[in-house]
């Protein structure tokens, strides 16, 4: 899967069609090979990210969870850690929580 692409579901607070439409985007972006598509390509490239994102909406809405949602605070410490190991250095401290 594409490091870019993350989890959705059973988030607190739940995923934004920001968020949707963004792993869409890169999922797209993925299987056609183009970061941003020819002219000719254009209109299949842009109904494609908004047929996915809508199906991807529809998925995150059906799910149903029985875990607890996860806090995207720490989910985000967790994935700066793994990069961090990755790369072989040492993770980059949280930033402090948004009000």
Same mark, same amino acid.
């Given at each position: 899967m594409c490091r870019s692409i993350h989890p959705l579901f059973n988030f607190e607070p739940p995923a934004t069609e920001d968020e949707l439409h963004a792993a869409a985007l890169q999922y797209v972006r993925k299987i056609s090979g183009f970061r941003a598509p020819s002219k #000719?390509? =254009? #209109?299949a490239f842009t109904r494609a990210v =908004? =047929?996915? *994102? $809508? $199906?991807?909406r529809r998925l995150v809405d059906a799910l149903v969870a029985n875990a607890p @949602? %996860?806090?995207? $605070?720490? =989910? $985000? #410490?967790?994935? %700066?850690? %793994?990069a961090a190991q990755r790369r072989g250095v040492a993770p980059a401290p949280a *930033? @402090? @929580?948004t009000p």
């Open positions: #000719a390509n =254009e #209109a =908004e =047929e996915i *994102a $809508a $199906a991807s @949602p %996860r806090d995207r $605070a720490v =989910e $985000a #410490a967790k994935a %700066r850690t %793994r *930033a @402090p @929580p």
